[in-house]
């Protein structure tokens, strides 16, 4: 398997982390509002409150995919990256 570069800044890296981080966090809630024996409908909510995060981090990173990592290699002449992007792609439907 060929090694791919990545592209992310500095700032884009602590964005994800910080996310990552609170999602974390989010997480180790839910677990404990289990523990604790948290109304169903509660516990739920919290879960969707996740989701939510998740996807938006997983665009956050798409987007920043797209604008640098793909525009690159495309500007390298890279064209087999458009293949890349559209498995990608069917990964999200």
Do not use: P, W
């Not at 180790?28 to 919290?46: A, F, N, R, T, W």
């Not at 797209?66 to 064209?79: A, F, P, Q, R, S």
């Amino acid at each position: 398997m060929k090694e791919k570069n990545n592209y992310m800044s500095e700032d884009v890296k602590k964005n994800i982390n910080t996310r990552l981080n609170r999602i974390d966090g989010q997480i180790h809630g839910i677990k404990k509002m289990v523990q604790e024996d948290k109304y169903c409908d509660d516990v739920l909510i919290q879960l969707s409150a996740v989701n939510k995060s998740i996807k938006s981090l997983a665009n956050f990173i798409l987007e920043n995919h797209m604008y640098n990592c793909v525009l690159n290699d495309i500007e390298k002449g890279k064209v087999e990256i458009i293949d890349e992007v559209v498995t990608l792609f069917r990964r999200f439907q």
